[in-house]
């Protein structure tokens, strides 16, 4: 799919496209760049360290992989947005590595609400303990900004569409509970190449694109 028809029928809602250009090259990153995207996604560190070496430095980098505390390092001086934060372990090392850059870091709390075990992610129980921890109170470097989920991959879109209600839900609930003056806590990034239109009508913020606007993976 062209960019700008994407583009065009994300227009009319609140939708913001992130382009997730993991094992693509660098030229075809280049071509979307061109045409005005600048928010673009990447799953492991080695490639996204390599990538933001190599393109225009005005790029927006968001990590959206399973993240090892060991190569938090690598990314801190430069990521745009962490949104697969999924263990309050992860929270900390990012928040070590962000005040050694003099940066604030902005994440996304990940939920598992997808059937299978393969996608991370916190429980409702695991983040409410997150954010009430005097861990996460002391942290100075990392403003969490909303929230991210990867729906079951299924041909049920009733289910997919439960589940974004769920994420949606976890959203407005954490919002209100420990976010309700913070204007900048209001990301809600949920829908890939399967499932985005549900997640658009679900009120997703950030839909996340690869295939569809780069082609299939290998
Ligand atoms: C690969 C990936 C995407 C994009 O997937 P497509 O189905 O190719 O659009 C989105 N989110 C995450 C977390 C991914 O790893």
């Not at 030229?27 to 061109?34: A, C, K, P, T, V």
């Not at 490639?47 to 933001?52: G, R, S």
């Not at 996304?108 to 005097?134: C, M, P, R, V, Y």
């Amino acid at each position: 799919m062209k960019l700008q028809e994407l583009l065009d029928e994300l227009a009319p809602s609140n939708t913001r496209l992130i382009a997730v250009s993991k094992k693509k090259p660098n030229e075809m990153i280049l071509d979307f760049y061109e045409q005005g995207q600048l928010d673009f996604g990447e799953n492991r560190v080695q490639e996204l360290t390599d990538k933001y070496e190599d393109l225009p430095k005005d790029i927006r980098w968001h990590f959206v992989g399973n993240l090892q505390t060991n190569k938090i390092k690598y990314i801190a001086p430069f990521v745009h947005l962490i949104q697969s934060v999924d263990r309050l372990k992860v929270l900390k090392e990012i928040n070590k590595r962000a005040r050694q850059n003099e940066r604030v870091i902005d994440c996304l709390l990940q939920f598992h609400i997808a059937e299978e075990d393969t996608k991370s992610g916190f429980d409702w129980e695991e983040a409410t303990a997150a954010l009430e921890s005097e861990a996460y109170a002391n942290m100075e470097h990392v403003r969490i900004v909303g929230v991210m989920g990867m729906a079951t991959f299924t041909d049920d879109h009733a289910k997919v569409r439960r589940e974004f209600q769920q994420l949606k839900q976890y959203f407005d609930r954490l919002k209100a509970a420990y976010f309700p003056e913070q204007e900048y806590f209001r990301e809600v990034s949920m829908g890939m190449t399967g499932d985005y239109k549900i997640a658009i009508e679900e009120g997703s913020t950030m839909i996340r694109i690869g295939s569809l606007l780069f082609g299939p993976r290998d």
